[in-house]
């Protein structure tokens, strides 16, 4: 799958459904046939929405993990807790379930953030937090992560 683009708001409805906005939906209609696989993030109060090729991607490095080992048995159990298999209706709506809607602290106001190959699905206040937050310096962060990387001849690194 290529790379999704974008930042995209819409409203929940009381039973939890988000529309998917038209541009979101068209960049993932590719994975509207094989459904999506929704989940807690692992460092963030949201949510994280993987097209099931790039589930299957993810579970085939998970699976490769030592099961004997401790920490990987319980690094298995968190990162799959709470894991739903979702589709996207015809009228292109996501239903979130409860504990998930509970996890993300969503309430009417949402944000779908474009991650890669995934979506994050925010609470709108929470992502203006996180985006917004004076807890990282990302011009400091931007250094570390992509500082080193020197190995293309494209110009951008």
């Given at each position: 799958?290529?790379?999704?683009i974008?930042?995209?708001?819409?409203?929940?409805?009381?039973?939890?459904?988000?529309?998917?906005?038209?541009?979101?939906?068209?960049?993932?209609?590719?994975?509207?046939?094989?459904?999506f696989?929704?989940k807690r993030?692992?460092?963030?109060?949201?949510?994280?929405?993987?097209?099931?090729?790039?589930?299957n991607?993810?579970?085939?490095?998970i699976?490769?993990?030592?099961?004997?080992?401790?920490?990987?048995?319980?690094?298995?159990?968190r990162?799959?807790?709470?894991?739903?298999v979702v589709?996207?209706?015809?009228l292109g709506?996501?239903?979130?379930?409860?504990?998930?809607?509970?996890?993300a602290n969503?309430?009417?106001e949402?944000?779908?953030?474009?991650?890669?190959?995934?979506?994050?699905i925010?609470d709108?206040?929470l992502?203006?937090?996180?985006?917004?937050?004076?807890d990282?310096?990302f011009?400091?962060?931007?250094e570390?992560?992509m500082?080193?990387l020197?190995d293309?001849?494209?110009?951008?690194?």
């Amino acid at each position: 799958m290529n790379s999704i683009i974008g930042t995209y708001e819409c409203k929940a409805d009381a039973k939890g459904r988000l529309l998917i906005p038209a541009p979101l939906k068209k960049q993932l209609a590719t994975s509207l046939q094989d459904g999506f696989v929704l989940k807690r993030s692992v460092f963030q109060s949201c949510l994280e929405l993987y097209p099931m090729q790039e589930w299957n991607l993810m579970m085939q490095k998970i699976n490769k993990l030592n099961r004997f080992v401790k920490k990987n048995n319980d690094f298995i159990r968190r990162f799959t807790a709470g894991v739903k298999v979702v589709e996207i209706d015809a009228l292109g709506r996501l239903l979130v379930p409860k504990d998930l809607v509970g996890f993300a602290n969503i309430s009417k106001e949402v944000v779908f953030s474009s991650a890669v190959n995934i979506v994050e699905i925010w609470d709108k206040d929470l992502y203006e937090q996180s985006i917004n937050g004076n807890d990282v310096d990302f011009a400091d962060l931007a250094e570390d992560v992509m500082g080193n990387l020197n190995d293309d001849d494209n110009g951008i690194s």
